[in-house]
């Protein structure tokens, strides 16, 4: 590639996400939510999910979580998935924790690691149903400590309007019984302004639709905290002579499949890899049903593709530069480890080919929730670090402060701040009259 060709390449901006019609779409209808509340909100969700409920059905009865089943076989994914994650983010937890230290003689420091008040989780719904995001944003609050968890997510058409059963037996494992069925983006407007039926939260995150990215970009300008930006997915291979073509085509195709404006791409060594792994795909594709076959076609054609490069040192650079939200690195054992040390922007890193993205995305702990658009160069998958917050905590002793006296005065009196500096001299003047 040219050196133009290689910025369209990792150009994903927020307007290519967000286009300027869809946001100013989205303005409105949030605007609507903040004055017309829950009748906007049920106004929306029979619009655009075709789904009527009155305002007293927004929110899910406990009645309703407590009676949810799914298949025992499900039932019992959904307690191991939810364990995996629940250790994964303990570990986080215990990593953030309380310090301080002693940066000079009678100055003490540190930092006290508090739970956020409220979080609002998105899972999508429509579509299809997905539990997994349910367990993956609610399990971090959870462990986070936070002591108001609300869960939003769409109705399901082809269930008169209610919830996966299977999302609800998620909330009633981890113990969230705020649960609302609504429209994505006017649910979470609710959310952050709050409506007679939806108490406000102070965060929201939650992967979903241009128009749900859009909706929580939005929120941002009201105040109101969330992630950016997660969604479309997007996914990254790395291969060289030592991938097997068949593994790498079945790998490709998990993220593939999501939606017709995800994005796969290719990173690889060796030609004749790609031409193998391209016939597979061809066998692959085909054996899939609609509309996740168009879905594959168009991720790893017009919007993905293979890049084809001289060494396994310019694919890292390629890695680095697209910073992929998902990525494996499909290579033996004896080079996948080192090659994924030396990637520094991947919201995450799945090293070797008997850790596909679907093991990931389910069921081995790590987050599944992560930056897209190239924001992993900048920010974190959600863990439970995304609930949590620290406030420093500060100790000078009088000694301490007179010695460091001269230095705070010198600097508010070249910052033109008098009462600062005044702050300190009046303090040790008075002392010694």
């Not at 105040?223 to 068949?246: C, F, K, Q, Y």
């Not at 697209?322 to 480890?337: C, G, K, N, S, V």
Request: aromatic share 4%; hydrophobic share 45%.
């Amino acid at each position: 590639m040219t050196p133009s060709d290689r910025r369209r390449f990792c150009d994903r901006t927020l307007a290519n996400v967000i286009p300027a019609t869809l946001r100013d779409e989205i303005a409105k209808l949030i605007d609507d939510v903040r004055e017309r509340g829950d009748d906007a909100v049920v106004d929306a969700t029979r619009h655009f999910d075709g789904v009527a409920l009155s305002p007293a059905e927004l929110r899910v009865t406990e009645a309703e979580i407590d009676a949810a089943q799914v298949e025992p076989a499900l039932h019992d994914a959904l307690r191991l998935a939810i364990n995996q994650v629940r250790k994964f983010n303990e570990q986080v937890r215990q990593r953030l924790c309380n310090w301080s230290i002693e940066a000079s003689p009678g100055v003490h420091v540190g930092e006290r690691i508090t739970p956020i008040a409220s979080a609002g989780i998105f899972v999508p719904s429509g579509k299809a149903s997905y539990p997994s995001v349910a367990y993956q944003l609610a399990v971090p609050a959870v462990v986070a400590g936070v002591p108001r968890i609300a869960l939003l997510v769409p109705p399901l058409p082809n269930r008169f309007g209610r919830v996966d059963p299977a999302v609800l037996v998620v909330c009633r494992e981890l113990g969230v019984r705020e649960v609302y069925c609504a429209n994505g983006p006017a649910g979470i407007a609710a959310l952050g302004f709050g409506t007679a039926t939806i108490p406000p939260v102070r965060k929201i995150v939650g992967p979903g639709s241009p128009a749900v990215t859009a909706a929580q970009v939005e929120m941002q300008r009201h105040g109101i905290a969330t992630m950016m930006v997660l969604g479309p997915t997007e996914s990254m291979v790395v291969a060289d002579h030592t991938t097997d073509p068949r593994r790498a085509a079945l790998d490709l195709l998990i993220e593939a499949e999501h939606g017709e404006d995800s994005t796969v791409v290719l990173v690889a060594a060796d030609l004749s890899v790609v031409d193998a792994i391209d016939r597979h795909l061809d066998l692959l594709v085909a054996d899939l049903p609609e509309p996740r076959a168009r879905a594959a076609r168009a991720a790893l054609g017009s919007l993905g593709g293979a890049v084809l490069v001289s060494s396994i040192d310019e694919a890292v650079e390629v890695v680095d530069r697209f910073a992929p939200e998902h990525l494996q690195i499909a290579l033996d054992d004896a080079h996948a480890t080192d090659v994924a040390a030396r990637i520094t922007h991947a919201g995450e890193i799945l090293i070797g080919q008997d850790t596909p993205f679907s093991a990931a995305n389910f069921i081995l702990g790590c987050p599944a929730s992560l930056p897209t658009s190239g924001f992993a160069a900048v920010s974190s998958g959600i863990t439970a670090a995304a609930f949590l917050k620290s406030t420093a905590v500060a100790n000078s002793s009088e000694s301490a402060l007179r010695r460091l006296g001269p230095s705070i005065t010198a600097i508010s009196d070249h910052e033109g701040f008098p009462a600062h500096g005044k702050a300190i001299r009046d303090r040790f003047d008075r002392a010694t009259r």
